[in-house]
């Protein structure tokens, strides 16, 4: 009976889990592309949309570590709540705000604020996942949050195109509002302790101590140093040879269309979902360590072949340049889906809970680090070479450094 009464709120549980977090990452993907088409047109300044997308960034980086030791010393289901129902309210404030125009500085504040709420909302609900499913769901949990990250990659752009042209930006900006809320309410529904046998720990809080014990395990444990390497480095190596050039070359190597171009990128996302489908299967083929091995050559093999079409030819026809890239990069997508899930399950499952939040957000802060250094050097070297000698030489050195860095 209690066996039956478990299942149930398990199966309850995913429910809501995949509504809020679908409801929460879809909208929040739809702001983001809409709001920067909204700075653009207001400002006309390409600096004015980085400084935007880096608001977006940075909290990860910087925010990270505190949200880590407060889901691991406080209720994980008060914290997702709030972070939600705050998103909810900043929208609603910026719904009155934009009766008078919208300032950049209104957006800039709305950006970092919201950036920093899902911060917390992320890790919170990552280092949350065992305690909802039992332990043989929780990479079937993961690799769901996977295919709606991913989605929400492929439709976010072209619904936040057609809700930005179709009403005032006030309208929009209610409507995330009025979204997040609801989503508020899924979490609310959720039973973050069904698989939780410890008690949160409001007394005693000391930031730094609980930080260090962070550290402290990350440190003594081979497998996290090891895949913290593999991470960065991968990280890296997309943010210089792949987020920068390779959009740099279809539009002006291979002056592909916008609509050409938009259908192009939807295929790393496609790829995504793929290897999330499948990761399952695959992990029950192979050890993890050589999964990581596998699928970290993959993707040096995917940045080799996006630089290596321009190197031969720039006048490739778009009958054969579609396809090619297309296939490229969901071969990409889904190298990244198996590098990136079998990471988040094997953490969730292998570190303590009372440790989970702290150690995990620790080790995205790492990783993310290396995004604007690799975007830095890549507009860096983009001004000395040509494009396609990033991901084609990058794809080639990652391939390098990946094979010593795994060397047994």
Same mark, same amino acid.
């Given at each position: 009976? @209690?066996?039956?009464?478990?299942?149930?709120?398990?199966?309850?549980?995913?429910?809501? /889990?995949?509504?809020?977090?679908?409801?929460?990452?879809?909208?929040?993907?739809?702001?983001?592309?809409?709001?920067?088409?909204?700075? &653009?047109?207001?400002?006309?300044?390409?600096?004015?949309?980085?400084?935007?997308?880096?608001?977006?960034?940075?909290?990860?980086?910087?925010?990270?570590? /505190?949200?880590?030791?407060?889901?691991?010393?406080?209720?994980?289901?008060?914290?997702?709540?709030?972070?939600?129902?705050?998103?909810?309210?900043?929208?609603?404030?910026? /719904?009155?705000?934009?009766?008078?125009?919208?300032?950049?500085?209104?957006?800039?504040?709305?950006?970092?604020?919201?950036?920093?709420?899902?911060?917390?909302?992320?890790?919170?609900?990552?280092?949350?996942?065992?305690?909802?499913?039992?332990?043989?769901?929780? &990479?079937?949990?993961?690799?769901?949050?996977?295919?709606?990250?991913?989605?929400?990659?492929?439709?976010?752009?072209? &619904?936040?195109?057609?809700?930005?042209?179709?009403?005032?930006?006030?309208?929009?900006?209610?409507?995330?509002?009025?979204?997040?809320?609801?989503?508020?309410?899924?979490?609310?529904?959720?039973?973050?302790?069904?698989?939780?046998?410890?008690?949160?720990?409001?007394?005693?809080?000391?930031?730094?101590?609980? &930080?260090?014990?962070?550290?402290?395990?990350?440190?003594?444990?081979?497998?996290?140093?090891?895949?913290?390497?593999?991470?960065?480095?991968?990280?890296?190596?997309?943010?210089?040879?792949?987020?920068?050039?390779?959009?740099?070359?279809?539009?002006?190597?291979?002056?592909?269309?916008?609509?050409?171009?938009?259908?192009?990128?939807?295929?790393?996302?496609?790829?995504?979902?793929?290897?999330?489908?499948?990761? @399952?299967?695959?992990?029950?083929?192979?050890?993890?360590?050589?999964?990581?091995?596998?699928?970290?050559?993959?993707?040096?093999?995917?940045?080799?072949?996006?630089?290596?079409?321009?190197?031969?030819?720039?006048?490739?026809?778009?009958?054969?340049?579609?396809?090619?890239?297309?296939?490229?990069?969901?071969?990409?997508?889904?190298?990244?889906?198996?590098?990136?899930?079998?990471?988040?399950?094997?953490?969730?499952? @292998?570190?303590?809970?009372?440790?989970?939040? @702290?150690?995990?957000?620790?080790?995205?802060?790492?990783?993310?680090?290396?995004?604007?250094?690799?975007?830095?050097?890549?507009?860096?070297?983009?001004?000395?070479?040509?494009?396609?000698?990033?991901?084609?030489?990058?794809?080639?050195?990652?391939?390098?450094?990946?094979?010593?860095?795994?060397?047994?």
């Amino acid at each position: 009976m @209690r066996s039956a009464w478990i299942q149930k709120h398990e199966r309850f549980n995913f429910v809501m /889990f995949f509504l809020g977090r679908s409801t929460s990452v879809l909208m929040s993907s739809v702001y983001t592309f809409a709001m920067g088409l909204y700075v &653009l047109k207001m400002t006309g300044s390409g600096l004015s949309f980085a400084v935007t997308l880096s608001l977006q960034i940075l909290p990860a980086v910087l925010i990270g570590p /505190f949200a880590g030791v407060l889901a691991d010393r406080f209720n994980k289901k008060i914290i997702v709540v709030l972070t939600d129902a705050f998103q909810g309210l900043l929208f609603a404030g910026l /719904f009155f705000a934009a009766g008078n125009g919208l300032t950049l500085f209104d957006i800039y504040t709305a950006t970092l604020l919201l950036a920093v709420s899902q911060t917390l909302y992320n890790v919170c609900m990552d280092s949350a996942v065992p305690n909802l499913v039992s332990g043989p769901h929780v &990479l079937t949990v993961n690799s769901i949050g996977k295919i709606v990250d991913s989605a929400a990659g492929i439709v976010s752009p072209g &619904l936040g195109g057609v809700l930005y042209a179709a009403m005032e930006i006030r309208y929009f900006v209610l409507l995330n509002g009025i979204a997040f809320f609801l989503s508020t309410v899924t979490e609310c529904l959720i039973d973050f302790r069904l698989y939780n046998h410890l008690t949160p720990q409001n007394s005693g809080f000391d930031f730094k101590r609980e &930080l260090a014990a962070g550290f402290d395990y990350i440190k003594k444990s081979d497998w996290i140093k090891s895949s913290l390497r593999n991470f960065v480095t991968v990280n890296f190596f997309l943010a210089l040879c792949y987020s920068v050039p390779v959009p740099y070359i279809l539009n002006n190597v291979f002056h592909l269309s916008p609509k050409a171009f938009g259908l192009v990128q939807c295929f790393s996302p496609v790829g995504m979902i793929v290897g999330a489908l499948l990761v @399952r299967k695959i992990t029950g083929m192979m050890s993890y360590g050589k999964l990581m091995r596998i699928s970290g050559a993959f993707c040096a093999l995917c940045l080799v072949l996006l630089g290596a079409l321009p190197v031969f030819s720039d006048h490739a026809a778009p009958v054969l340049l579609i396809p090619y890239y297309a296939f490229v990069l969901a071969c990409s997508g889904f190298a990244v889906s198996l590098i990136d899930i079998p990471f988040i399950n094997h953490f969730q499952t @292998r570190v303590p809970e009372e440790l989970r939040g @702290r150690s995990l957000s620790l080790s995205i802060s790492a990783v993310k680090i290396a995004t604007p250094a690799g975007y830095i050097l890549s507009g860096v070297m983009m001004e000395i070479f040509p494009a396609y000698f990033l991901p084609f030489c990058g794809g080639i050195l990652l391939f390098v450094l990946y094979s010593a860095v795994n060397r047994k």
